[in-house]
């Protein structure tokens, strides 16, 4: 969600500032003109760029979409719900070998 917030920021930013962006650009071009070979820009801002931008925030509500349909969660969500069963367990289960026995055999699990 975070990554997606980001883009959507990233492209606000980018279409209130497209205006700000090509005319500096074309004025910093037109600095230029008395001076023959100085270094100039060859384009101005592409707005088309906004669009690649959209796909990339459809491209990630599509995989988060997917994940949510799947009940996929997080890999962080996942060590979490682990941790808090290690912590219930522990609370519970006062015979260290048997506490011992339950981490080794959490530690063969294998997440693919």
Do not use: C
């Not at 990233?10 to 500096?24: N, P």
């Not at 003109?33 to 925030?57: C, H, N, Q, T, Y």
């Not at 949510?68 to 260290?96: C, L, P, W, Y």
């Amino acid at each position: 969600m975070r990554d997606l917030a980001t883009l959507r920021a990233l492209l606000t930013d980018y279409i209130e500032r497209y205006e700000e962006f090509t005319d500096a650009l074309i004025a910093w071009h037109e600095s230029f003109r008395e001076e023959e070979g100085s270094p100039k820009p060859v384009r101005v801002l592409d707005i088309a760029s906004a669009r690649k931008m959209v796909v990339d925030i459809a491209r990630v509500v599509a995989i988060i979409e997917k994940q949510h349909e799947r009940g996929a969660i997080t890999m962080g969500t996942f060590n979490r719900v682990v941790s808090q069963m290690g912590v219930t367990v522990a609370r519970h289960v006062k015979d260290e070998e048997t506490l011992r026995a339950i981490e080794a055999e959490w530690a063969e699990i294998r997440v693919a």
